[in-house]
């Protein structure tokens, strides 16, 4: 099955992966979107599987990523797409990319991405990947 890469994500794309959300939950994934460069990764039968984006901050780029249950299966090809989206930033930007990680799985995904643990603050890990590493 192929699977491509389209910018920018749409609130369809959201409610395609993240599913039923509570309305907070909703509401702040929604925001993303306007916040940064976004991008969603989709099936033969343009079904969205997975979703991104990246928020400027001060001093780091903030890495925002979902995959649907439906992604499993294809999660290889996933993280291919999703690491040329770390390409697209922008070159002269010298500022890392952070995510935060809550779970094991959460923190796999970060590892293939080329992301690396820099902190654990109450329960949350950050991790960070150098604007010049390469996954």
Sequence with gaps: MSLTLHAPCSRVDLGEV???????????ACQQLTMGPSYVVRDASARALACGGFIP?????ENW??????AGPHMRAVVRLARLTFA????????????IVRTPAGARLARLLGFRHAITVDGLELWRREPWAVS
């Design 65 to 70: 990523f979902h995959a649907a249950p439906a």
């Design 88 to 99: 697209d930033l922008p070159h002269s930007d010298p500022r890392p990319v952070e995510t």
């Design 18 to 28: 993240y599913g039923e959300l509570p309305p907070l939950n909703w509401a702040v």
């Design 57 to 61: 901050l001060g001093d780091a780029w």
